[in-house]
């Protein structure tokens, strides 16, 4: 496959990402009070929550700075991915699931003034997180790609 086809994969999945995700958390901010709860199952809360800070709830109050840092990062990785070299197909989807979740959160701060979570999941010893869809997706294309990159890297030596 092409570099433009691949690109034109990865900003498909980016937007969908993206679209998703802002869906889900209108229909969250829509739907469930702040501080509220809906109960899926024993195990998983629906809670909304906001978070004014970065990861794990981090200098709270100060979403700017993870606001400006992520915009210069996924800037850069779109960059890379348009001018660099071609690379494996897994990587721009992954990458395409990292940036449309970066973007979603992006967009939470600028909407909202902070990030919409309320993925709430129970009976996790020292687990108190609540996330968001988002954030799902970003370690949906992190993980396999470290995990890939890293096998890849051991088996080309």
């Known amino acids: ?3 433009t086809r691949q690109f ?8 969908t990402g993206l679209l998703v995700s802002q869906a889900i958390g ?5 739907t469930i009070p702040l501080q ?3 109960e899926i199952n024993p195990f998983l809360l629906f809670t909304h929550v906001r978070n004014h800070g970065g990861v794990f709830g981090m200098l709270q109050g ?10 210069a ?3 850069a990785v779109s960059t890379y991915l348009y001018f660099g070299p071609n690379l494996a197909r897994y990587e721009y989807i992954c990458f395409g699931l990292v940036v449309g979740g970066g973007m979603s959160n992006v967009l939470d701060r600028l909407l909202y003034g902070s990030v919409i979570d309320f ?6 010893p020292y687990w108190h997180y609540v996330f968001n869809t988002a954030d799902v997706l970003i370690h949906l294309g992190i993980w396999p790609m470290l995990i890939l990159g890293l096998w890849q ?3 080309n030596v």
């Not at 034109?8 to 937007?15: E, H, K, N, S």
């Not at 209108?26 to 829509?30: E, H, K």
């Open 36 to 38: 509220q709860s809906i």
């Open 8 to 15: 034109g994969l990865f900003i498909f999945i980016a937007l």
């Open 73 to 75: 990062l996924l800037g």
């Open 153 to 155: 890297a051991r088996h």
């Open 62 to 71: 100060h979403g700017w700075i993870f606001g400006l840092f992520s915009v």
């Open 119 to 124: 993925i709430d999941v129970q009976g996790i």
């Open 26 to 30: 209108y229909w969250v901010n829509s």
């Open 1 to 3: 496959m092409t570099t």
